[in-house]
Every structure is written in C-alpha cells, then in structure tokens.
C-alpha cells in the first residue's frame, strides 16, 4: 500500500467557523497530505493562497518579512528582529523605512487576494493575524502533537494516520529559496522536526506488522538520509521481519563503514546492538503482539486522595503566569535556545527541565516569564502553574506548600488535599500526567524545593530559575543569563525613557551602561528614575552615579532595588560563607586567585579553591579564567562589592579586618618573594625585611611560580594594589618589602613608571612610620631607577643618603647595593678607578652578607671596567668566576649579563665571528626569559659586531629592532643613541667600540 493511499483528512485538522468554511476551501485547495492546504505555507518554498489563487510574493526582503511573520503566526514581531533577518549584521539607516514599505505591499496583497488575515501594527512591531489553522506548520505541529497523544494511548493506527498527513504536508525544504540566513536555522530546525515525525511513523508501523510494505519506503530515507541511524534501523528490522536477514545485516555493514570512512566514528550503541539481535536471531526482534487501546481516563490517584474524594479530572485550567514585560530585551539567541529546550521532544513524552540561571539583577525572571508567555498558547494550552519559591524576607517556600497552591490551581478543594508531602506530589503528578501544562519555579534555592515539583510525565514542560548551581537536579538542561550587551542596553533604554532622550545624550548613555555593567535590573532602576523626572539630564544621575559609597542607595526606585535584590542572595549563605564575601571586599583589583580567601580567614586546607565555590554557586562570585591546573580567578561585581564592603563592620571586627589584610597582604609577599628566589637561585641581590609572611599552599605555589617572571607580569595589577593597601593600612614593613621585590619585574620588562610609583607610596608609609631600614631600602632603589632611566645625577644624592643609613644600621646587603650603584654613577663622570674601588668594597660586603649572585653582577661590571683598559687576562677571571656562580645558582639572568660582557671583551679582541657567536646566544637566553631591557642591549651589541664585519644591511636590521625594544620600554635615550648609531653606519665607517 502506497502512502498516498493511507492518507486520508482527520476530522480534526483544519476546522474553520462555518460561515468561512465554503470559501477556505475553494481557495485553498488540498494538498498531497489530505489536508487542506493553509492559505500561508512554509513547508517547502513560501506560498500564500487567497480567495482568487494563488498570490506573487515578491523575492527577497518581501519574501522574508512574511516568511518571519508566518512563523510567529499571532504574535509580535518586533521590527528590530525583522531588520536583523533581512540584514543580519548590516541593516542600513533607511531599514526600518523599508521593512515598513515591505509591510505595506504585504497588507495590500492579502487585500487583492481574498484573505481572511491582516497584518497589525505595534509599537514595537507586527502581528499577523489570523485563524491558528492558516499556516502549514501549525497544522503540522498540531497534527503530530495528536498523533504521538494516540500513539501513547495505545492508538497507534490512527496516530500514523496523522502522521502520514502531518509529512504529507511538506513540498519541500522550510522555505527554500529565501535568502536569510537567520530563517535559515530556524527552518533547518523544522526540516528535523519532519524526519522525527518520519521516524516516529516508521516505528508505529513497524509494530503494526507493517514491515513488508515499508521497505521500499524506508530504502530511499536510508539513501536520502544516510546518517540518521534510526531510520537505518528500521529498515534492518523491516528487512529481518520479511526474511530478509542477511540484507538487514548489509545494511548495517553499510552504515558501518560510511561513518568510519566519512566521521572516522562507530556506529552508535543502539545500532550495533541490533545488528547483534538480527545476527543471533534474538526471539526479542519477533513482533509483539500489538497492544490493545486503553482507556483515555486519567490515572487513579493514591489510596490516601481516593479516601478523600478528590477527582482529578476534569481539572480546572490554571493561568498563573505573571505578566510579561513589554519592553523586554535580551539576547534572541538564548531566548530561543530555552524556548526550544523546553519543547524539544514534547511529542516524545520527554519531560524538559530547563534551568534558567544568573547572579542578582541579571534578568534570568523577566526571561523564563517571557519564555513562558511565548510558549503558553500552542505548546502548553492546558496551563501554566506559576510559583515564586523565595518568599517575603527570603525565606525559601517548601515543596508542601507550593504543592498545596498548585492543587488548589488545579481544581481540587482544600480539604481534598493530603497532609503528606509525598501524597501531595502524587496527586499533582497523576492530575498533570495527560495534559500540556508549563510548570515555571521562580527564583528556587535548592533541589529538594524542586524535585517534588517536577511532573511524572513528558506531556508538561518546567522551567526554573536560580540563582544557584542546582547541579544534583538530573536531566536538565542549563542556561546562564548574562548582563546586556551595550546595544542591548541602550535598546533597553530606548525602550523606558524614550528614544530622544538617549540620542540627546549618547555618550551619557553609554557611560551609564557601563558604570553598572549592562545589569538589566540596574537598567531598569535608572530607567524609572529617568522616566519620573523628564526634565533630568541622563548626565546627571551619571554623575550621582559615580560616587561608590552611593550608589547602592541611588539604584533604589519604588519597590525596585540592587541592595534588596543582593540582599536575598547574601541572607541565603551560611554564616562563614556571608564572613567570607565580606571578607573578600577588602581585596581591590579587577580579579583574585583561589588562594586568597583562604589567606583573608586564615585557613590552610590543601585546595583553598573550595572556600569560594558557595559564593560561585550563588553567583556572588563570578570565574574569569581556569589554568590548566585547574586554578581560577575570580571577580566581585561592583554592586556586591559595595553590598559586601556595606555588611563588613556588622560582620567582621576591626581587629579582624586588621589580621584578614595583613595576612592578604602577606600573601602576596611570599609568592612574590618565591618569585624573586626561583628567577635568583635564592634571596640574592635585594635586602629583606621583617614583615609576616603567609604562605598559600605549596602545590599551589608550584603551579602559580612554574614562569615566575611571566606570573608577575600576570598579577601586576593586583600586586600594584596590594602595595597601596598596605601603606593605607599601616602595613609599613610589608609596602617596602612588596616595593622593593617587584624591581626585578620593572627592571626585566621595563616599566619605570610603576617601579618610581610603588617607592614613591612605600616612602610615604615607611617615612610616616620612621622605619629606618625602610627608608633606605627604599631610597636606594630610587637610586637604581634613575640609573635605569640614564640619570646619573639624580642617582646619587638617593644613594648617599641611602647608604649612611645602612652603614648607622649595620645592613651590609643594603651597603654593597648602594655601593655598587654609586661605582655607575662615577663611572659616568669617567671615574673608573674610583668606581673599581667602590666596587671592590661593595664585593667585599656581599662575600660577608653570603649573596653570591649580587657578587657575580659586580665582578661583571668590574670587568667591563678591565676591559676597557684592556687588561683582558683579569676580564676574564672576572668573567669565569661570575659565570660559574651563576651556573651553580641557576640563575639564567646573570649568565646572559656575564656571556654579553665576554662577548663585548671578544669585540675589544677584533675576534667578531666569535663575539657574534657568543651574543647570539645571550640573545636567545633574554628572549626565552622576557628580558626586554637585556634584549635591546644585546641587540646594539650585535649592530656593533656586524658594524665591524661590514655587514651594513643586518646592522642596521639590528640597530632598528634595538631601538624598537627600547622604546618599547620607554628608554627614549639608549633608543636616541641606537639610531645616533644607524647614522653614523650609514654616514661613514665605524672606527671604534665602546
């Protein structure tokens, strides 16, 4: 028997009021399916029929503006949405004027055509309307929506029927041949629809021992359709049940080897294990006996509910939902990603559970609502049951309690409703068990609160928000809202306050969205605001924005309010976790590692991580970033830092907030310190102080220091930070030290700015508190970065008085620094024996202080000194000693300065190939450690040799990337002498070294 031949027209489909039946049907003619083909159809190219034929739809925006409003059949479509399907990513100014004119010829086409359908006008967009029967899709969801409602019952001959009817409406791909591409995913999802449908039909036939009449039919799916192992497995099944099992078993050898051909994959579990079936003849693939139609009455309540006298149907409808919100705005891609999980399957009897979820105020409510509205009408008609399980003050409402509401809802009386929990949520779950209801939780704490809640069966759908993880709820599907993008923001907007106003003040605007991150409760607040005192500039509330301690108490407007809503969240925690998050507001920077809460209550477990996941399962805390490691960073959001900082004195004691920082503080001390020893070899080079240490984990510590250079780099910001707030909190000893440390980030990558930035806040603290070695330590290092930046004369006053301090204290690593740094200023003023005897001291110092490493950066600028006397034989004693001790430290930094001064001496020597050699090699040792400073010199160096080598071309080469370097770090004159240097090579000859 063909298909055509079993398809005959449903009394159910396509039922118009009487007085327009006579003419539907004479201008809408049938189709292949049975059906009466709906004036507007999709399923195949675009077509709309009217009273006199057939209409001309113009191709292109004409043809899209009405594909898109088919689709939404009696529902808005805003103009926005309808610009973005024609234009997608470039609308141009005049869009709206065109969608407008493709409005208006639509309108007048309908007119001339006889159609009972109009196009209306919105606000915010366009509705067409007409009867729910008018378009082929409807027809073909309400069609298979009937026929798996049969097919459950047991009916499973007259669910194929409307199955055969509902494909039988198809003419083609959805919507072939218009040109959007945004359409073009929502009709590739319709074309999936049709082959479910299609496989869902094979399956009911099969089992009614239709089997030899499908096999043509299901050999020219499988040829069309190759890859769908579903309606391959109905063939194999139609073939073994017709004798046929060794083409059944081909079949599946062919399957087999396509994928792992064409995907390199296996065939999937289910397949194979029938190919298993068909090969040892299991009695399980013999048709069963089919099974009889059932009764259509509801299933019987609990023993306890029949005592009680509860019927449960007919049920009353419940309308719960609350209203929708007219200007809603968000991304349309997750709106329809949740709107399709909640009916994804719903033919199937597969229950969805949707989770909507989102930190305070990001509108994860307004979404699942309008979700809710959206689905409401054609895919949940029996219903919507609506809970908020927060109740007033916070309170979590139980499951007993939002069970006895539902119940009430539904129809049953009061005093039919059991005492018990678990007999409540069998009486909700046999009343829901037959009908299309939408079950929306609001705002739910945890998954006990939910999962009595959850139907028994696939008919209903459930969506839920949250503002926690609900991680143990199974079989859901999970959808994190996030803040507006800034065009969806100013969208928002536009929409409370009117469009003139925001294009009056487009940088206000844009300035406001930003100062609250694109939340959209924050939106809405300031929207009101606005909306309540038109004559007030959006500059205005910017500016009473900007002020921190204010704002909270700013973004409050009738019963709308940030702290209310972070107030719900943070009332929701345990009490060490509420001590935490205010802990966590001391802490200042963009994002924190994992180990620094652990610091701020002084806890030493092994993976600190685990302290924070409450406040990330709340969304108080959001993750920026994950390591390898699996280590993260996180980041407090403005307005929970300011609801933290707000509860701290309420929550923590100022002696505790006192110990929290120092011990934050202190953290970051030994990590930088760490730092310091693992790029030295050890506590070289620097003077140590007496401040607190505390000290994260170790593991941690080894995976955070395994670049130590690079993980300064990384956490400048928080450690910049960490400087001003130990000055700020008195913490002198710990801003020198931090200060100081840091010098071997500024120095390795070049940033005077920040090293000159720290000293000059670390002086102050140190200076306030009279901490002596402080100030020297500190006053010292001032010294060095004057050096560094080429300014000789300002270097030295800070290093005389800085080592007259260090001589009064007795601190010999402080004396040998200052010491040596005083030899560069002399060697500036052409002093070189005075700068060999200052540095002959300052080694003698750093043998007694046993900083083996500051020895070996002195015996190297000794060298350079004896080189350029040429006394070669002690450059070179010079040279093998500092170099051995930097080998035997590991510290990579002092080979590459003592191989670039031997390579320098073999340029004194006129041996260039080998000096060539050897800076070659240095550079590839600063480059693998990020040392620009060491790069830019070695760069100059190696013009110098190829200078000499008459090689012009690659010293010039060389010369231009030694400049770049060092502007780059912002050393403008060693960048002036450099290109001095391109002169000259260019102008004339190079005559000597120096």
Same mark, same amino acid.
């Given at each position: 028997?063909?298909?055509?031949?079993?398809?005959?027209?449903?009394?159910?489909?396509?039922?118009?009021?009487?007085?327009?039946?006579?003419?539907?049907?004479?201008?809408?003619?049938?189709?292949?399916?049975?059906?009466?083909?709906?004036?507007?159809?999709?399923?195949?190219?675009?077509?709309?029929?009217?009273?006199?034929?057939?209409?001309?739809?113009?191709?292109?925006?004409?043809?899209?503006?009405?594909?898109?409003?088919?689709?939404?059949?009696?529902?808005?479509?805003?103009?926005?949405?309808?610009?973005?399907?024609?234009?997608?990513?470039?609308?141009?100014?005049?869009?709206?004027?065109?969608?407008?004119?493709?409005?208006?010829?639509?309108?007048?086409?309908?007119?001339?055509?006889?159609?009972?359908?109009?196009?209306?006008?919105?606000?915010?967009?366009?509705?067409?309307?007409?009867?729910?029967?008018?378009?082929?899709?409807?027809?073909?969801?309400?069609?298979?929506?009937?026929?798996?409602?049969?097919?459950?019952?047991?009916?499973?001959?007259?669910?194929?029927?409307?199955?055969?009817?509902?494909?039988?409406?198809?003419?083609?791909?959805?919507?072939?041949?218009?040109?959007?591409?945004?359409?073009?995913?929502?009709?590739?999802?319709?074309?999936?629809?049709?082959?479910?449908?299609?496989?869902?039909?094979?399956?009911?036939?099969?089992?009614?021992?239709?089997?030899?009449?499908?096999?043509?039919?299901?050999?020219?799916?499988?040829?069309?359709?190759?890859?769908?192992?579903?309606?391959?497995?109905?063939?194999?099944?139609?073939?073994?049940?017709?004798?046929?099992?060794?083409?059944?078993?081909?079949?599946?050898?062919?399957?087999?080897?396509?994928?792992?051909?064409?995907?390199?994959?296996?065939?999937?579990?289910?397949?194979?294990?029938?190919?298993?079936?068909?090969?040892?003849?299991?009695?399980?693939?013999?048709?069963?006996?089919?099974?009889?139609?059932?009764?259509?009455?509801?299933?019987?309540?609990?023993?306890?509910?029949?005592?009680?006298?509860?019927?449960?149907?007919?049920?009353?409808?419940?309308?719960?939902?609350?209203?929708?919100?007219?200007?809603?705005?968000?991304?349309?891609?997750?709106?329809?990603?949740?709107?399709?999980?909640?009916?994804?399957?719903?033919?199937?009897?597969?229950?969805?559970?949707?989770?909507?979820?989102?930190?305070?105020?990001?509108?994860?409510?307004?979404?699942?609502?309008?979700?809710?509205?959206?689905?409401?009408?054609?895919?949940?008609?029996?219903?919507?049951?609506?809970?908020?399980?927060?109740?007033?003050?916070?309170?979590?409402?139980?499951?007993?309690?939002?069970?006895?509401?539902?119940?009430?809802?539904?129809?049953?009386?009061?005093?039919?409703?059991?005492?018990?929990?678990?007999?409540?949520?069998?009486?909700?779950?046999? %009343?829901?068990?037959?009908?299309?209801?939408?079950?929306?939780?609001?705002?739910?704490?945890?998954?006990?609160?939910?999962?009595?809640?959850?139907?028994?069966?696939?008919?209903?759908?459930?969506?839920?928000?949250?503002?926690?993880?609900?991680?143990?709820?199974?079989?859901?599907?999970?959808?994190?809202?996030?803040?507006?993008?800034?065009?969806?923001?100013?969208?928002?907007?536009?929409?409370?306050?009117?469009?003139?106003?925001?294009?009056?003040?487009?940088?206000?605007?844009?300035?406001?969205?930003?100062?609250?991150?694109?939340?959209?409760?924050?939106?809405?607040?300031?929207?009101?605001?606005? +909306?309540?005192?038109?004559?007030?500039?959006?500059?205005?509330?910017?500016?009473?924005?900007?002020?921190?301690?204010?704002?909270?108490?700013?973004?409050?407007?009738?019963?709308?309010?940030?702290?209310?809503?972070?107030?719900?969240?943070?009332?929701?925690?345990?009490?060490?976790?509420?001590?935490?998050?205010?802990?966590?507001?001391?802490?200042?920077?963009?994002?924190?590692?994992?180990?620094?809460?652990?610091?701020?209550?002084?806890?030493?477990?092994?993976?600190?991580?685990?302290?924070?996941?409450? %406040?990330?399962?709340?969304?108080?805390?959001?993750?920026?970033?994950?390591?390898?490691?699996?280590?993260?960073?996180?980041?407090?959001?403005?307005?929970?830092?300011?609801?933290?900082?707000?509860?701290?004195?309420?929550?923590?004691?100022?002696?505790?907030?006192?110990?929290?920082?120092?011990?934050?503080?202190?953290?970051?001390?030994?990590?930088?310190?760490?730092?310091?020893?693992?790029?030295?070899?050890?506590?070289?080079?620097?003077?140590?102080?007496?401040?607190?240490?505390?000290?994260?984990?170790?593991?941690?510590?080894?995976?955070?220091?395994?670049?130590?250079?690079?993980?300064?780099?990384?956490?400048?910001?928080?450690?910049?930070?960490?400087?001003?707030?130990?000055?700020?909190?008195?913490?002198?000893?710990?801003?020198?030290?931090?200060?100081?440390?840091?010098?071997?980030?500024?120095?390795?990558?070049?940033?005077?700015?920040?090293?000159?930035?720290?000293?000059?806040?670390?002086?102050?603290?140190?200076?306030?508190?009279?901490?002596?070695?402080?100030?020297?330590?500190?006053?010292?290092?001032?010294?060095?970065?004057?050096?560094?930046?080429?300014?000789?004369?300002?270097?030295?006053?800070?290093?005389?008085?800085?080592?007259?301090?260090?001589?009064?204290?007795?601190?010999?690593?402080?004396?040998?620094?200052?010491?040596?740094?005083?030899?560069?200023?002399?060697?500036?003023?052409?002093?070189?024996?005075?700068?060999?005897?200052?540095?002959?001291?300052?080694?003698?110092?750093?043998?007694?202080?046993?900083?083996?490493?500051?020895?070996?950066?002195?015996?190297?600028?000794?060298?350079?000194?004896?080189?350029?006397?040429?006394?070669?034989?002690?450059?070179?004693?010079?040279?093998?000693? +500092? %170099?051995?001790?930097?080998?035997?430290?590991?510290?990579?930094?002092?080979?590459?300065?003592?191989?670039?001064?031997?390579?320098?001496?073999?340029?004194?020597?006129?041996?260039?190939?080998?000096?060539?050699?050897?800076?070659?090699?240095?550079?590839?040792?600063?480059?693998?450690?990020?040392?620009?400073?060491?790069?830019?010199?070695?760069?100059?160096?190696?013009?110098?040799?190829?200078?000499?080598?008459?090689?012009?071309?690659?010293?010039?080469?060389?010369?231009?990337?030694?400049?770049?370097?060092?502007?780059?770090?912002?050393?403008?004159?060693?960048?002036?002498?450099?290109?001095?240097?391109?002169?000259?090579?260019?102008?004339?000859?190079?005559?000597?070294?120096?």
């Amino acid at each position: 028997m063909s298909s055509a031949a079993r398809l005959r027209e449903p009394d159910q489909v396509w039922r118009l009021p009487q007085k327009q039946g006579v003419r539907m049907a004479a201008w809408a003619g049938y189709d292949g399916s049975g059906v009466a083909a709906a004036p507007f159809r999709v399923l195949g190219p675009l077509e709309m029929s009217g009273e006199l034929g057939t209409v001309y739809v113009a191709p292109g925006r004409q043809e899209i503006v009405l594909g898109a409003l088919v689709l939404e059949l009696n529902r808005l479509v805003e103009t926005t949405y309808l610009e973005h399907v024609i234009w997608a990513h470039d609308p141009p100014k005049t869009a709206r004027t065109q969608v407008q004119i493709c409005v208006s010829r639509l309108r007048k086409a309908l007119a001339e055509g006889g159609f009972d359908a109009t196009i209306e006008t919105r606000a915010r967009g366009y509705i067409l309307r007409a009867p729910e029967d008018a378009t082929d899709v409807g027809n073909f969801r309400r069609l298979v929506t009937q026929a798996h409602v049969l097919a459950r019952d047991g009916l499973k001959a007259p669910a194929v029927d409307l199955l055969r009817s509902a494909i039988g409406l198809w003419r083609g791909r959805c919507l072939a041949g218009v040109p959007s591409e945004v359409l073009a995913g929502t009709a590739a999802q319709l074309d999936e629809s049709r082959l479910d449908a299609v496989e869902t039909c094979m399956r009911l036939e099969l089992e009614l021992d239709r089997h030899e009449h499908l096999v043509g039919e299901l050999q020219q799916l499988v040829a069309n359709h190759p890859l769908r192992e579903r309606l391959r497995g109905h063939l194999m099944v139609a073939l073994y049940r017709s004798g046929r099992q060794a083409e059944a078993l081909d079949i599946y050898h062919q399957g087999r080897v396509m994928l792992t051909e064409e995907l390199g994959l296996d065939p999937g579990r289910e397949l194979r294990d029938l190919a298993q079936a068909i090969l040892t003849d299991d009695a399980d693939l013999a048709l069963a006996e089919p099974a009889e139609p059932h009764s259509l009455a509801s299933t019987p309540l609990s023993e306890a509910a029949q005592k009680r006298g509860a019927d449960p149907g007919p049920c009353a409808t419940a309308r719960q939902l609350p209203a929708d919100i007219g200007d809603f705005v968000a991304d349309d891609t997750i709106v329809s990603a949740v709107c399709d999980a909640v009916t994804e399957g719903q033919e199937k009897g597969q229950l969805n559970v949707v989770l909507v979820l989102g930190g305070p105020g990001v509108g994860k409510s307004t979404l699942a609502r309008h979700v809710a509205h959206r689905l409401a009408t054609e895919y949940f008609p029996d219903g919507q049951l609506y809970c908020e399980l927060r109740g007033p003050g916070g309170q979590p409402v139980g499951p007993a309690q939002a069970l006895g509401r539902f119940l009430l809802a539904l129809g049953v009386p009061g005093q039919a409703i059991p005492d018990a929990l678990d007999e409540r949520a069998e009486m909700y779950r046999s %009343l829901l068990a037959d009908r299309r209801i939408l079950v929306l939780l609001d705002d739910a704490v945890s998954e006990s609160q939910v999962m009595p809640l959850l139907p028994g069966t696939g008919s209903s759908g459930v969506l839920v928000t949250s503002r926690g993880q609900l991680t143990a709820l199974p079989g859901t599907r999970r959808f994190d809202v996030e803040p507006l993008s800034p065009e969806q923001a100013v969208k928002l907007l536009r929409q409370i306050i009117g469009e003139r106003r925001v294009e009056r003040e487009p940088e206000a605007a844009r300035a406001l969205i930003r100062l609250v991150g694109g939340l959209p409760l924050a939106l809405r607040i300031i929207g009101a605001r606005l +909306a309540a005192r038109p004559h007030r500039s959006l500059t205005s509330l910017w500016h009473r924005l900007e002020n921190e301690h204010r704002r909270l108490d700013e973004l409050a407007y009738g019963e709308l309010s940030i702290r209310a809503s972070l107030s719900l969240s943070y009332h929701g925690l345990a009490a060490p976790d509420r001590r935490l998050l205010c802990l966590i507001s001391l802490a200042e920077g963009t994002e924190m590692p994992s180990w620094l809460g652990a610091a701020l209550v002084d806890d030493h477990t092994a993976d600190p991580a685990d302290l924070l996941e409450p %406040l990330i399962d709340m969304r108080l805390l959001d993750i920026t970033a994950m390591n390898e490691g699996g280590e993260f960073r996180c980041v407090l959001s403005q307005f929970v830092r300011a609801f933290a900082h707000e509860r701290l004195p309420a929550e923590i004691s100022a002696a505790e907030r006192a110990g929290a920082t120092r011990r934050m503080v202190g953290g970051w001390m030994a990590l930088v310190e760490r730092a310091h020893k693992e790029i030295y070899g050890g506590a070289y080079n620097i003077v140590t102080g007496r401040a607190e240490r505390w000290y994260p984990p170790e593991e941690h510590v080894r995976r955070c220091l395994r670049d130590p250079l690079g993980w300064l780099e990384s956490e400048q910001t928080n450690l910049l930070n960490a400087v001003e707030l130990a000055a700020r909190s008195g913490l002198d000893e710990l801003c020198w030290e931090l200060a100081t440390t840091l010098v071997m980030l500024y120095e390795a990558r070049g940033y005077p700015e920040l090293w000159e930035r720290t000293h000059r806040i670390a002086l102050t603290a140190v200076q306030e508190a009279g901490n002596e070695r402080g100030q020297a330590a500190i006053l010292g290092s001032f010294g060095t970065v004057h050096l560094y930046r080429g300014e000789p004369e300002a270097a030295g006053p800070y290093l005389s008085t800085a080592l007259e301090i260090f001589e009064r204290i007795g601190e010999l690593s402080g004396q040998a620094l200052c010491l040596r740094d005083l030899a560069r200023v002399e060697r500036h003023h052409g002093g070189d024996d005075r700068a060999l005897a200052l540095y002959e001291r300052a080694e003698r110092n750093l043998v007694r202080a046993q900083d083996v490493i500051g020895r070996a950066y002195v015996l190297g600028e000794m060298a350079h000194i004896t080189m350029q006397q040429r006394d070669f034989a002690r450059t070179r004693s010079y040279l093998d000693e +500092a %170099l051995g001790i930097c080998r035997s430290a590991g510290f990579d930094r002092g080979q590459a300065l003592a191989l670039r001064r031997l390579g320098q001496m073999l340029m004194y020597q006129h041996r260039y190939e080998a000096a060539e050699r050897t800076l070659l090699e240095v550079l590839a040792m600063v480059r693998a450690s990020g040392d620009l400073v060491g790069e830019g010199y070695v760069l100059h160096d190696l013009g110098q040799v190829n200078a000499h080598l008459g090689r012009v071309e690659r010293a010039v080469q060389y010369y231009s990337q030694s400049a770049r370097v060092r502007e780059r770090i912002l050393d403008h004159s060693g960048a002036t002498a450099v290109r001095a240097d391109i002169v000259a090579i260019l102008g004339s000859p190079m005559t000597s070294v120096g």
